[in-house]
């Protein structure tokens, strides 16, 4: 099957990212993945498996881990979502030797994705004639894939971060030898709950019976979740600020640089490109899950890997300062803790800087308290919507202003034209920020990139 009807055919499933008026509990069904994977011979059994869950965060801290692994001489599966530009990246092999002059190192190439779409086909559409419990979605399709692949090549380490939630979502089929919980805040809430205790439950979802978890700080209600389950399955809990303390030495825009410290290990002055301080702790959280390993699976990680690992670890599109001519930052901020997050991270870096706000936000996403953190920020604001339909229209999104701001915003219908407006009243000095949904940011980053 030529690359261009592969995707077509990929693309053909239902994709609930790109969706928002469904059913959770209804629409997603483990026994769905699980049934197919025993049709293409369980591939997960056969994989050493880190499982990451959360609401912000859990893919910078899956990078963290797998570029870690990578420089102590593993070869690394490494399955993240959403994808910027290919559906590719979603699926990588990360080996020393790997170039390094590409955003997504160890994708996997066209060829391969192909013949595995090829080979599997006859597979998916038989069980999707039968199954009891409906079509298999484009996640669930990706998902088997991505499990097949890493079994094909061989990886010493597999590294998961989950889609949706966590209880429910595909990659629950794997029984991991370490999982986290990265930092969880209010998002999904159409689907995942109106509180964070029923968020934090879907996401605890992937802690298992005896196992390790490494979680972030979390607000006081979210941990009293993670503390019930753990006790409930019999698991070990590190967590960082208490188990796993972390000290921040110094910050710039090259690299940020903070030590660890732990019963399971002390490691000092780490440090990582990704700026921002929620960075630290997601890259604290990595280094829990790494010496976790080290302490309880035995698995060799020398210092030096650690802080290559950690330095080498970029992920686009998370405080990303794409261009300096005019000075432009890409960030996904797509909830409200989020938004908190970049607004505290433009003023450390750039304090005192006029901003221009270039955004557009998802209809599910909790647009007002994006908008709380975003919109004081701004000196100018234009309001735009990412070509997808999960996208609020800009003139909708006008109403979430009122009172946040005296600045009179400009509205335009897609990107291409947002950007352009942004760059021609950006001044000498001025910063240009897209933000409020990773679709937004990955079309931005797209033009941006063609034009230089």
């Given at each position: 099957?030529?690359?261009?009807?592969?995707?077509?055919?990929?693309?053909?499933?239902?994709?609930?990212?790109?969706?928002?008026?469904?059913?959770?509990?209804?629409?997603?069904?483990?026994?769905?993945?699980?049934?197919?994977?025993?049709?293409?011979?369980?591939?997960?059994?056969?994989?050493?498996?880190?499982?990451?869950?959360?609401?912000?965060?859990?893919?910078?801290?899956?990078?963290?881990?797998?570029?870690?692994?990578?420089?102590?001489?593993?070869?690394?599966?490494?399955?993240?979502?959403?994808?910027?530009?290919?559906?590719?990246?979603?699926?990588?092999?990360?080996?020393?030797?790997?170039?390094?002059?590409?955003?997504?190192?160890?994708?996997?190439?066209?060829?391969?994705?192909?013949?595995?779409?090829?080979?599997?086909?006859?597979?998916?559409?038989?069980?999707?004639?039968?199954?009891?419990?409906?079509?298999?979605?484009?996640?669930?399709?990706?998902?088997?894939?991505?499990?097949?692949?890493?079994?094909?090549?061989?990886?010493?380490?597999?590294?998961?971060?989950?889609?949706?939630?966590?209880?429910?979502?595909?990659?629950?089929?794997?029984?991991?030898?370490?999982?986290?919980?990265?930092?969880?805040?209010?998002?999904?809430?159409?689907?995942?709950?109106?509180?964070?205790?029923?968020?934090?439950?879907?996401?605890?979802?992937?802690?298992?019976?005896?196992?390790?978890?490494?979680?972030?700080?979390?607000?006081?209600?979210?941990?009293?979740?993670?503390?019930?389950?753990?006790?409930?399955?019999?698991?070990?809990?590190?967590?960082?600020?208490?188990?796993?303390?972390?000290?921040?030495?110094?910050?710039?825009?090259?690299?940020?640089?903070?030590?660890?410290?732990?019963?399971?290990?002390?490691?000092?002055?780490?440090?990582?490109?990704?700026?921002?301080k929620h960075q630290i702790d997601n890259a604290s959280v990595a280094v829990g899950l790494l010496l976790g390993l080290k302490k309880y699976h035995k698995v060799a990680i020398?210092?030096?890997?650690?802080?290559?690992?950690?330095?080498?670890?970029?992920?686009?599109?998370?405080?990303?300062?794409?261009?300096?001519?005019?000075?432009?930052?890409?960030?996904?901020?797509?909830?409200?803790?989020?938004?908190?997050?970049?607004?505290?991270?433009?003023?450390?870096?750039?304090?005192?800087?006029?901003?221009?706000?270039?955004?557009?936000?998802?209809?599910?996403?909790?647009?007002?308290?994006?908008?709380?953190?975003?919109?004081?920020?701004?000196?100018?604001?234009?309001?735009?919507?990412?070509?997808?339909?999960?996208?609020?229209?800009?003139?909708?999104?006008?109403?979430?202003l009122e009172g946040l701001t005296d600045v009179k915003p400009q509205v335009f219908s897609n990107v291409k034209e947002a950007l352009e407006k942004a760059k021609d009243i950006?001044?000498?000095?001025?910063?240009?920020?897209?933000?409020?949904?990773?679709?937004?940011?990955?079309?931005?980053r797209e033009l941006i990139l063609r034009e230089s």
């Amino acid at each position: 099957m030529p690359y261009p009807q592969t995707i077509q055919y990929l693309d053909s499933f239902i994709n609930y990212e790109k969706k928002t008026d469904y059913r959770y509990k209804q629409s997603l069904k483990l026994e769905r993945i699980r049934e197919f994977l025993k049709d293409i011979g369980n591939p997960q059994e056969s994989l050493k498996c880190i499982h990451v869950a959360g609401t912000k965060g859990k893919g910078s801290v899956c990078i963290f881990t797998a570029h870690v692994l990578r420089d102590a001489g593993y070869k690394v599966g490494l399955y993240t979502s959403p994808h910027f530009s290919s559906v590719r990246e979603r699926i990588r092999v990360l080996s020393c030797g790997d170039s390094a002059d590409t955003d997504f190192p160890g994708m996997i190439p066209e060829k391969e994705l192909e013949e595995l779409v090829t080979e599997l086909k006859p597979q998916i559409d038989s069980y999707n004639a039968v199954s009891l419990y409906g079509p298999l979605t484009f996640f669930e399709v990706y998902t088997a894939l991505a499990l097949l692949y890493f079994k094909r090549k061989e990886v010493d380490f597999a590294v998961l971060e989950t889609g949706l939630g966590g209880k429910l979502d595909a990659t629950n089929v794997v029984n991991p030898l370490i999982c986290s919980i990265s930092s969880i805040s209010y998002d999904h809430m159409q689907q995942l709950g109106s509180t964070l205790y029923q968020i934090a439950k879907e996401k605890c979802g992937i802690i298992k019976k005896n196992s390790l978890v490494v979680s972030a700080a979390q607000n006081d209600e979210a941990m009293q979740v993670i503390r019930e389950v753990v006790f409930e399955q019999e698991a070990r809990l590190y967590t960082v600020g208490k188990d796993l303390n972390l000290q921040i030495l110094n910050n710039n825009l090259s690299y940020q640089e903070f030590n660890l410290k732990s019963e399971l290990g002390e490691l000092n002055s780490l440090k990582v490109k990704l700026l921002g301080k929620h960075q630290i702790d997601n890259a604290s959280v990595a280094v829990g899950l790494l010496l976790g390993l080290k302490k309880y699976h035995k698995v060799a990680i020398s210092e030096d890997a650690f802080k290559k690992g950690l330095l080498s670890a970029s992920w686009p599109g998370r405080f990303e300062i794409i261009s300096e001519n005019p000075r432009i930052i890409l960030d996904g901020a797509h909830n409200a803790d989020s938004a908190r997050a970049l607004k505290d991270t433009i003023g450390d870096y750039f304090p005192g800087k006029e901003v221009i706000l270039v955004l557009g936000v998802s209809k599910d996403k909790d647009i007002k308290g994006i908008c709380r953190y975003l919109i004081p920020l701004a000196n100018k604001i234009i309001l735009t919507r990412a070509g997808n339909n999960r996208s609020i229209d800009p003139g909708e999104l006008l109403s979430f202003l009122e009172g946040l701001t005296d600045v009179k915003p400009q509205v335009f219908s897609n990107v291409k034209e947002a950007l352009e407006k942004a760059k021609d009243i950006s001044e000498q000095d001025n910063l240009i920020l897209v933000s409020g949904s990773l679709y937004l940011v990955a079309e931005a980053r797209e033009l941006i990139l063609r034009e230089s």
